[in-house]
């Protein structure tokens, strides 16, 4: 097969040299944070792994491959060092070749190169270290990489030649332990970029299980400063109000057609139903030029159909009056369509590989090489331009999950010193982006907890304990958006489960932790998805059950206001008789506790559950009271409460201490409960 030569840059900027030899010092600092075990844990970044773990055996006629080891290159593993690449076994896939390249070497600098002689279609290998490892403590395992001479095998518009570093978990017996490892994945380009990631590891860990996998290659890949190294989480600083919030997604497209046809002004008038649903964050599917989607030609430029920037910026403002926040969709960041007009004025910006032919993307879009300094700048300034002039409060960055954080670290940098409480929101949910520049995640493992819910309603309590275990994997006070509908899923909760259904689900992740989002149309039990370009209007009104719907929605955005443990506290599995149902508590200091019990069965059941848990220093029982129906249930013994649940029943208990309880009576209307109980009555009566 013929290799053309490429370009190959010879420098390595001066900051990414500081930042290796920061890395590579790694402080030696235990964390004493209590971890418990793992059950599930996975993300984006995961799946692409496990795309190349999947295709490991080598194909029919393939070769086993040729290791040429290079001895001088050596792993930093704990700040010591530890035999090189001959000690990392190899899991078939292609002909890989290890060899020594002197023109990357520099001062300091042990490198390698893995050069793949591709004769199958089979283009992915993998190579493994198993290394003793502490358990309870926080690692951060990253290695530099750059390619030469590099393309993909597949349609270049299908799979960019990938790397993804990973670390699975081992016991003392080395045994893998029941979780998912932890990873990350970058697409490979010219120019040095770090790969890094931080985790935790539960506390049945001996080992670990460092992984790196080469997919869809052909060419040379050189890595560098490999290194694990004990690390403890530092989460960049977030705004309070973002703990607070209930987002709301909006797809633009949908508003404009009633009315004056322009997007904003549709999403303005509904502004006054939106506040009154309890929601305080607006976040905007893209709004640019070309097609109201994320195929986009001029980032400076609105979509016409959507409506003109002082449109847009009514339509900030008057979300700021009602006390709203407004972020944006950063989207194009992966790539952007042939007409835009960056593939002409800048076609030096974009990825290409051996043949010269340019990479394209998703949807076929042309792949920017945002580890270029020019690129980011362009980004930055594309950044600062909604912040400065429409004042907007943030981004929800696209496709963060795929592209390098020192993007995004430019762009927080930037839109801080214009407004210093702007946030970003990664697509994406490893651990490290709380490190480095992102305010919140998506956590996409819960979306497939979720699903499996739909079909298995045994999973409820085992959904309760994956959730109490996440908290440990993040650094504390690490914010995740949770959902249950979204723009990149074809199904709605109403179209799986009803009404009944869709009150269990939303009281589900109205008092987990986490930030809660609502994708325009669910509060009135939309059946058709909104995504892609398959976009069919939203019925607001037809559905006779829609305003049950914003009520139990309403309900549950009030009762979340009403009480910070909802939004602040901690969160603690609760034991049930019987596993259909989801049992939990949150508590707030000590100070106020909420119990959350809801039945994922389509029949009556009654469970037993053990509070006590929940109810630490109540000796003499205590009072619950539903914040749903003003129900109340004298508890005499904790560990021993039995509960009748209706199908899809949820119930939210407002804890009170039975010995206290004479100083709340008579007070519950001075306190709102009963008042806000009047008003959201939806949930037996009305059933």
Not at 274 to 302: K, M, Q, R
Not at 489 to 501: E, F
Not at 534 to 554: C, S, T, V
Not at 641 to 659: G, N
Request: hydrophobic fraction near 40%; proline fraction near 5%.
């Amino acid at each position: 097969m013929i290799m053309r030569e490429v370009e190959v840059s010879a420098s390595v900027r001066a900051g990414d040299d500081r930042d290796r030899r920061i890395q590579r010092e790694g402080r030696q600092v235990r964390t004493v944070r209590k971890v418990r075990r793992v059950k599930t844990r996975k993300n984006l970044s995961c799946l692409l792994f496990a795309a190349l773990a999947g295709c490991l055996s080598p194909a029919a006629g393939a070769d086993k491959g040729n290791l040429v080891i290079n001895p001088d290159f050596e792993s930093s593993i704990l700040g010591q060092d530890a035999p090189g690449w001959n000690t990392w076994q190899k899991l078939g896939g292609a002909e890989f070749h290890i060899v020594v390249d002197p023109r990357i070497a520099h001062a300091g600098s042990r490198c390698a190169a893995i050069e793949q002689a591709v004769s199958n279609q089979r283009n992915h290998a993998v190579w493994f270290q198993e290394l003793p490892a502490e358990a309870l403590t926080t690692y951060r395992f990253s290695f530099w990489i750059k390619t030469d001479n590099v393309r993909p095998l597949t349609p270049y518009n299908e799979t960019w030649p990938l790397c993804c570093g990973s670390v699975g978990f081992l016991d003392s017996e080395r045994k893998e332990l029941p979780d998912y490892p932890q990873s990350a994945s970058v697409f490979m380009t010219h120019d040095w970029q770090r790969l890094e990631i931080s985790f935790t590891t539960p506390d049945e860990t001996a080992f670990v299980k460092i992984n790196l996998a080469l997919g869809n290659a052909v060419g040379k890949v050189y890595f560098d400063s490999v290194s694990l190294v004990v690390s403890p989480f530092q989460k960049i600083t977030s705004p309070r109000w973002l703990m607070d919030s209930v987002v709301y997604e909006i797809g633009p497209w949908e508003y404009s057609r009633s009315g004056s046809g322009r997007a904003f002004d549709g999403i303005a008038a509904r502004l006054p139903e939106l506040e009154s649903l309890g929601v305080n964050l607006l976040y905007l599917l893209p709004v640019w030029e070309d097609s109201g989607w994320y195929d986009i030609t001029d980032h400076f430029a609105l979509f016409r159909k959507y409506g003109t920037e002082s449109e847009l910026g009514a339509l900030v403002d008057d979300a700021h009056r009602r006390g709203m926040k407004v972020i944006l969709d950063l989207a194009g960041t992966l790539g952007v369509p042939a007409a835009s007009k960056l593939v002409k004025e800048h076609p030096e910006w974009f990825i290409r590989g051996g043949d010269n032919r340019i990479y394209r993307s998703w949807m076929d879009l042309y792949g920017l090489d945002v580890n270029r300094p020019d690129v980011q700048q362009y980004f930055v300034e594309v950044a600062n331009h909604y912040i400065e002039r429409l004042n907007i409060d943030g981004y929800r960055c696209d496709s963060a999950m795929a592209l390098p954080c020192a993007l995004f670290q430019e762009i927080r940098h930037a839109i801080q010193q214009i407004r210093p409480e702007a946030i970003l929101i990664a697509e994406g949910s490893a651990p490290i982006d709380h490190e480095t520049a992102f305010d919140a995640t998506y956590d996409f493992p819960f979306l497939d907890r979720i699903s499996s819910l739909f079909s298995n309603p045994h999973d409820a309590g085992k959904t309760v304990r994956w959730l109490e275990a996440q908290r440990d994997f993040y650094p504390p006070g690490a914010l995740q958006l949770r959902y249950l509908e979204g723009h990149d899923l074809n199904y709605t909760v109403a179209s799986k489960c009803g009404l009944k259904g869709s009150r269990a689900f939303a009281a589900l992740l109205f008092t987990i932790d986490g930030i809660p989002m609502i994708y325009n149309g669910q509060e009135v039990g939309n059946r058709e998805p909104q995504i892609g370009w398959w976009k069919p209007a939203i019925d607001w009104d037809g559905n006779p059950n829609a305003a049950l719907y914003r009520e139990a929605y309403g309900a549950l955005t009030h009762i979340r206001a009403r009480y910070p443990v909802l939004r602040r506290g901690s969160l603690t599995a609760l034991t049930s008789s019987d596993d259909r149902v989801a049992a939990f508590s949150r508590t707030l200091s000590g100070e106020q506790t909420i119990l959350t019990i809801i039945s994922f069965s389509d029949a009556t059941l009654e469970t037993r559950l053990d509070l006590s848990a929940a109810t630490l220093g109540v000796s003499k029982g205590c009072i619950l009271e539903d914040l749903l129906d003003e129900s109340r249930f004298t508890v005499a013994d904790p560990r021993t409460f039995s509960l009748t649940l209706e199908p899809y029943q949820p119930r939210i208990f407002l804890l009170l201490p039975r010995t206290e309880i004479g100083r709340y009576e008579g007070r519950l209307d001075r306190r709102g409960s009963r008042v806000l109980c009047e008003r959201l009555k939806v949930w037996g009566k009305r059933r």
